[in-house]
Every structure is written in C-alpha cells, then in structure tokens.
C-alpha cells in the first residue's frame, strides 16, 4: 500500500492513465513533491490537502473540473501547475496557499480569478493564458512579487489601474484578448 511509504518524499505518477488515487496518499507526511501531471484524474485527489510538507503539486494535463474548497489547506505549496484541465473556476480558497510562489492555469475555461487572489503575497509567475477570462480583479495590484504575468488568449477588454502596482514585473504577456480603448495610466509605474 502506498500509504504505508511514510518516507517517501517525492513521487512521480505522470504519464499514466490513472483516474483515482487511494486516500491512503494522505499518509505521505513527508512527501514534497507531487507528480500526476499527463493522467485522467477528473476530480481532486481526496485528503492531499492533509500533505502538509508538500511544496510541489503538478496535476497538468488531466480532466478536473473543480477544486475542492479544502486545497487552500496546502500551506507549503510553492508550485501548482493545474495546465491543461477543465476547470472553470479557481476557488476563493487559493487564498489559503500562502507559499506559492508559482501558479498556472492556463489552458483551461476559467471565467473570472477570484480576489482572494491578491492575498498570494509571494506569487512570482502567475499564467493565465488560454482561458475565457474577460477581466483581470484589481487585487492583483497586492501581488507585489510578482514578476512574470501572463495572460494571452483571454477575453480581457480593460486593465485594472492597480496593474501599476506590480513594480516587480519583468514580463506582462496580454496579446489575442478584447483589450480596446485606453490602457490605465498606471501601466506606466510598471519598470
């Protein structure tokens, strides 16, 4: 049984076709490093967010659809790669991954990013693109780290003023959205 490996701290499932995996992985305390990126897994593993050591989730190219309120649980998560899904939201509850310093959801039909967002105060890479976003909150002005934003592909049509506020972002990426009209004149503290 998996959930016997109490030693384990990272494991690679990706490019399989697993579709659940048992809730004994829950047991893993010291696993840190998640892989089960390139499967069919269609709903959220039941119990990671009890893996409190975990600072690596990569769930890319699967089937969700949601998220469970509890993953904001995964107080360590430094990197979440949730590319390629299905999902058409991300929860309030990614307010409660305090170490992430890396986020992607793109390639999937996410409608709108919820404010709590903002609360992500290490965030450096936040990748967005390929989703059906028509508008970015204007709490992403907190995400003072943040260094990479993209968010290409979109149905973006206005910028939030408070992009200004990003004065560590090297690369913001917003080409093929619906952006028209005037760009917020805070784009120009962007350095």
Known sequence: ???????????????????D????????????S?????????????GIEDLKSLTVLELAG?????????????????????????????PASISGLVSLVRLDVSQNRVLRLPTEIGELQL????????N???AIPSR????????????????ISRLPDEIGALAKLERLNLTHNEIAGR??????SLR
Do not use: Y
Request: charge should be positive; glycine fraction near 4%; proline fraction near 4%.
């Open 1 to 19: 049984q998996i959930g016997q490996m109490r030693k384990l701290e990272v494991l690679d499932l990706s490019l399989n076709a697993i579709k």
């Open 21 to 32: 995996l048992p809730e004994t992985l829950s047991s893993l305390s010291c696993l840190r």
């Open 34 to 46: 998640l892989d089960l990126s390139w499967n069919k897994i269609q709903r959220f593993p039941r």
């Open 62 to 90: 699967n089937d969700l659809r949601r998220l469970p309120d509890t993953f904001g649980g995964l107080s360590s998560l430094q990197v979440l790669n949730l590319a390629r899904n299905d999902l058409l939201e991300v």
């Open 123 to 130: 965030l450096q890479v936040l990748d967005v693109s390929r």
């Open 132 to 134: 059906r976003l028509r």
């Open 140 to 155: 992403i002005g907190l995400l003072r780290n943040l260094i990479v934003f993209d968010a290409h592909s979109n149905n």
């Open 183 to 188: 760009l917020p004149s805070t784009i120009g």
